[in-house]
DNA sequence: CGCTTCTTTCAGAAATGTGTGAAGTTAAGG
DNA sequence: CCTTAACTTCACACATTTCTGAAAGAAGCG
């Protein structure tokens, strides 16, 4: 008749209720809910790679929904876009190395903090409490975006060590 | 006639304009409206530290709305409360100390990721590319969970020695 | 022990956010 | 060129979240 039907049913079952329980996930650490699902979907696809047809099908939502949480990903660093040749399809991967840099988004996330931080401390000035601890937010800053940068090299060459072993 | 109209004026709009900014980062980085106006205007606060009323002036919002998002970041151990003894009137006091670690609240939120992924793993097995990308995945978060608890000591080192000097 | 002051709870209103359907745009293939 | 398949945009509807006002609940003070 028709394909294993059981198997291919749980499978997919399973599948679901991983890329939902991961997208909860993100969206509790602030991404919004339909970016979360569709990037949860990518990370938990074979190739790490879906078209938009494939992502609407498979989290049942409108091509409309997939697009826009697509554009997101991709100006988020997250997911980077491929076109298949001859095709006006197409397919939306994962940037396997490289999200978890985005994931962090370090840059400009750091930056806005600092500048907010030092605005604060003009206003006020080093010599209100106020302005003291607010410098204290920034110089904790600035640490942060100084060891964040060692740690993602650290990890680097753990994950090159890794794959050499 | 009345108070220096002026000074009192810019001086609280600056300090306003200085909390909403600060606000709305942290709204970016998830934390929802009010919680992140009531932390803002604390650490800008002379003291540290407001009562519920002053709160809802400044803010010009309803005691109904302070007293919820208190109720939240007292959980997420942003902010303590403190009774002024004698009176019914609390304070509520940013953790001076305390809410570098807050704010990454590393544990559960590292844990809870970890449990994701590794549930992940055991559905796709490490003899499919998901299933080995989820796991490198968890491998991440490992490495962040330790290097940021390594991160956490040298910056509370970091600030000891500023203090010291 | 009741009055008063402050905080909390709760139902509902207002604001915001999120996803859909339909129309619009772009580019491949005939 | 025209057709057609894909993606995108936009206005609107639905859902969720967030804040308020009113009433109830605690706790000092007389």
Redesign the interface.
Known sequence: MDERRTDDGDEAA??SR?VE??AA?LV???MSRMPARIFAAL??????ALTSVELSEQLKVSPAAVSGAVRYLAQVNLVSREREPGSRRERYR?Q?DQW?DALLERDA?LR??QT?MR??VE??GLD???GR??N??LE?FR??EK?LGS?MQ??AA??AEQLGG
Do not use: C, M
């Open positions: 399973a599948v991983f329980r991961f996930q509790q650490a602030g990370l938990s696809s074979e190739q790490g994962v396997d978890y996330f806005n903090w907010t605005e604060g206003q006020f209100t409490p106020q601890r607010i204290d937010t904790f640490f942060l060891e740690l650290r990890w753990h994950r």
